[in-house]
């Protein structure tokens, strides 16, 4: 984590913002210059924010000028919450008091030693305690050696030699040090070893010592009042310090518990953090959780003097905004599985906390559903592994928020299914995720086993009765799959139209993910965000802009025998949008000097797309997300107001379909309408897929894919010396992938087209206007179909099967705009119907029977109406 300490550069950097103090209201910022949109620009657009609010109108919750933030339900759930397991909160001046009290560590001590989790839990910290801080020769142990001595100079160098970098960033994780302290302090506590902890309480005293004298320098500065900004540089990213007083206050002297709780009022009293000063409905992102940490560590001096108990009550309001404006009551969020899982964990600790003191936000239903909804539609049909769209898109559900939920729920078969099949359960070998440390010890839980003695079988989520799709209107998502078994067919779908400022979402609206047969096909980005990684189609290696715009969803089609989707993503290659810092005046950025760490690629940025071309985003939803907010200068993140656009790469036309067609031998559907100008272009259709994926056969307009099989044909040409083996030969049985195109445009002589390939490349970050350039993936396989053409006309078909079934007949019909595709037992016929707006229309028929159809019927449908199909 951040520093113990103040960095001495940040000093000036906030003098300079005191002397331009009256550019606070960054009057100007939203000025219309260069924004030419006729004389239909909604007046909205020349808003301008008020002055920031005082710290005492933050904390109080007076936020004058603003107006009410729409309204989302509020709807709470007890049923199956287990009460009994929450916690006691002491009288004031007890401790440990924040999660639980004292009378609570017999029941803790006894769940840590008679579960597995609790077991894996104790084995991880010791492990961590002895490769740290009780390692001699390591930089932490002296750094710790030092604090027990009352050495601040030496401990301050011996924390570089440990990896602290005081030149880091806000923000920038890693204090080893303060981690293992808090460790030793829960181990001590947890094996009744009195000795050990007063040992970590006082060098823990030392460490408050130290970091008090930096916050007597930080709360001198502007903007002191701001934690966020200011005092959590001096600090650490989470609540270690107070936890670190919370678990080690019982072993103090009386001197160094008055010290230690000095510095926590001098760190809390009158300040607020990250989201408390935000429009409720913008608390929708991941680092509202880790704002949370704030009033947690507030409560470590509960009810002592000097205790602002506004802070805690604002952190509450915060994390109630935060689960019900960044999901759905379906459990889906604004963020990937991964991201929003890891918000939602450190939002945890402080729910448990206003659990036990009579607050219960534990039993709310979006939270609840985040688990027994999202993470069974999101996880692969044999379990394991999560597909969800954006940064982390490829991570499991946090660890400790899946312990902590199964722990309070501990009748849900849902959430048992889930955690039963986390990575950490699975695989014990694997390093325990501890993202609160203080939550995980609360929380053990296993996953249930039954008289067998094996884990509790839910037949791959087959008997919760779950229907075989399910449709997100609000997040633009959709599943689809043929049934609740390993082998099951499986098409996410996702279009966000949700996007309301720049995220951790990718330039890939309409991409697919494609599982079936106990294997996936097409995948997700970990945090690949650039659309040459990605499932989309790219033209003259160009794709959708990033930060991505959003999507506009079309058509929802839901049958027995198919799930189809149509959605316009020609925005999303037209215009693109910018974090603020990127795109403010030379004055407006040298206002806020916290942000100086962007200062080189805003520049490199500015000089491809100047200033000029930058202008308020005028859509709709985007205006009503901004319009009326402005008041009290909120800035999410200290960096983004309301979103600007540039223009990107404008295109006529930019239409997808895509389908799961059900039956004896299911199939997926592509169809897209895209096109950039008249010109020839190269069209290249993207499919990410498994690093384990080889290409069997490919011909003309066909590639069978499988995964990488050791076995090989001879050679049918031993003197061609470059075949040094022959062609895959899967088992039979092997889970195989045909991709079909039906149809993708190219020119009378393609001699200058690339051939249809299976690639393997490096992954890595290209893009240097924004931050982390350079950053490498790994390697990865992608699916390319090229397309030379004015208008490709991409019409493609994912046919999965096993090696050695029979593969169905394609006749393609160009002319009539038919395709048939026939099995022995199954004969569907496609026709295609070209639109007067530029879309494909479709209908499939099976048996002379139309089983689905997109007419274009419901073009340009709002999410409400969807909603009440």
């Known amino acids: 984590m951040k520093t113990p300490m103040h960095p001495p550069g940040y000093f000036w950097h906030f003098l300079a913002a005191a002397l331009r103090l009256g550019l606070a209201v960054f009057a100007g910022c939203f000025a219309l210059a260069g924004l030419a949109r006729g004389d239909n620009v909604d007046p909205r657009l020349s808003e301008q924010p008020t002055a920031p609010y005082t710290a005492d109108q933050i ?158 320098e930080a709360n001198k500065l502007p903007f002191s009042e701001d934690y966020w900004r200011v005092i959590r540089n001096c600090l650490t990213f989470d609540a270690t310090y107070g936890f670190l007083y919370d678990m080690g206050q019982p072993f103090m002297t009386p001197e160094q518990a008055a010290g230690f709780h000095r510095m926590l009022v001098k760190a809390t009293k009158g300040k607020y953090t990250l989201g408390m000063d935000l429009p409720h409905h913008w608390r929708n992102w991941n680092f509202m959780g880790m704002a949370e940490y704030f009033p947690v560590m507030a409560l470590a001096i509960e009810g002592e003097e000097g205790y602002d108990a506004r802070i805690f009550e604002r952190g509450k309001e915060v994390a109630r905004d935060y689960l019900n404006y960044s999901m759905t009551l379906n459990g889906i969020a604004k963020e990937a599985v991964g991201y929003h899982s890891g918000g939602t964990g450190h939002t945890t600790v402080l729910m448990l906390a206003a659990a036990n003191r009579g607050e219960n936000l534990l039993t709310n239903k979006r939270y609840r559903q985040f688990a027994e909804n999202w993470c069974l539609w999101a996880m692969q049909p044999w379990g394991g592994f999560w597909e969800s769209s954006g940064d982390l898109g490829t991570f499991p559900p946090n660890y400790t928020l899946l312990q902590a939920m199964a722990f309070f729920y501990p009748k849900s078969a849902k959430i048992d299914f889930i955690l039963q099949n986390h990575p950490f359960v699975r695989d014990e070998t694997m390093k325990l995720d501890l993202l609160s440390t203080v939550l995980a010890i609360a929380t053990p839980a296993d996953p249930k086993k039954g008289p067998d003695g094996k884990l509790v079988n839910y037949d791959f989520g087959k008997v919760f009765g779950m229907p075989n799709s399910l449709f997100e209107p609000e997040r633009g998502y959709s599943f689809a799959r043929t049934g609740w078994d390993k082998d099951a067919a499986t098409l996410q779908f996702v279009c966000r139209n949700d996007t309301r400022f720049p995220s951790h979402d990718f330039p890939d609206r309409g991409a697919f993910y494609f599982s079936a047969n106990g294997r996936a096909w097409s995948v997700p980005g970990m945090r690949e965000n650039e659309p040459k990684f990605l499932n989309t189609i790219t033209i003259d290696g160009r794709g959708q802009g990033y930060f991505p715009t959003p999507g506009q969803w079309l058509e929802r089609i839901e049958t027995q025998e198919a799930t189809f989707n149509a959605v316009d993503v020609s925005y999303c290659y037209s215009w693109r949008w910018s974090k603020s810092p990127f795109v403010m005046t030379d004055d407006e950025f ?280």
């Not at 962007?598 to 009503?624: C, F, G, H, I, N």
């Not at 004896?664 to 259709?685: N, S």
């Open 590 to 869: 040298k206002a806020h000097p916290w942000l100086a760490q962007y200062e080189e690629a805003r520049q490199r940025q500015l000089s491809r797309t100047p200033l000029k071309m930058w202008e308020l985003e005028p859509s709709p939803a985007v205006v009503d997300y901004y319009s009326g907010y402005l008041a009290g200068d909120p800035r999410m993140w200290d960096e983004d107001s309301w979103v600007k656009r540039a223009p990107h790469f404008p295109v006529k036309k930019a239409f997808r379909i895509a389908g799961l067609v059900r039956g004896a031998h299911p199939y997926a559907m592509i169809v897209d309408d895209i096109q950039k100008d008249d010109q020839e272009r190269l069209y290249e259709w993207r499919m990410s897929m498994p690093n384990d994926v080889e290409a069997v056969e490919i011909k003309a307009n066909e590639i069978v894919l499988a995964p990488i099989s050791e076995k090989r044909a001879k050679l049918s040409n031993p003197m061609a010396a470059y075949q040094n083996v022959g062609r895959p030969l899967p088992a039979p049985g092997t889970p195989m992938l045909l991709v079909h195109v039906v149809n993708a445009n190219q020119p009378d002589i393609p001699t200058f087209t690339p051939n249809l390939s299976l690639e393997t490349i490096e992954m890595i970050k290209t893009d240097d206007t924004h931050q982390f350039t350079g950053r490498d993936m790994g390697m990865a396989k992608r699916l390319v179909i090229p397309s030379r053409s004015a208008a490709p006309d991409y019409k493609i078909v994912l046919v999965p099967f096993r090696q050695g079934e029979a593969l169905p007949e394609f006749a393609w019909d160009k002319e009539k705009g038919v395709l048939a595709i026939k099995w022995k037992d199954q004969a569907d016929e496609c026709r295609f119907t070209p639109a007067a707006n530029g879309r494909t229309l479709l209908a499939i028929s099976r048996d002379g029977n139309e089983i689905v159809a997109v007419k274009g019927e419901d073009a340009l449908l709002a999410p409400e109406a969807l909603k009440a199909k």
């Open 59 to 216: 904390l109080n919750g007076d936020t004058p000028g603003r107006k009410a933030s729409p309204a989302v339900a509020d709807v709470y759930d007890e049923s199956g919450f287990a009460k009994e397991r929450l916690y006691h909160v002491p009288k004031s001046g007890v401790h440990p008091r924040i999660l639980f009290g004292p009378e609570d560590l017999p029941r803790i001590r006894e769940q840590l030693h008679g579960t597995a989790a609790g077991k894996r839990i104790l084995a991880t910290l010791k492990g961590r305690i002895a490769a740290t801080i009780d390692k001699p020769g390591t930089g932490d142990h002296e750094a710790y050696e030092a604090l027990l001595t009352g050495e601040p100079k030496k401990y301050k160098e011996a924390l570089i030699r440990a990896g602290w970098n005081p030149k880091a960033p806000p923000g920038a994780m890693g204090n080893s040090v303060l981690n293992g302290l808090l460790y030793k302090l829960i181990l001590s506590t947890v094996e009744n070893d009195p000795a050990s902890a007063r040992d970590a309480a006082k060098a823990a005293a030392t460490a408050a010592a130290i970091a008090e004298a930096d916050i007597d």
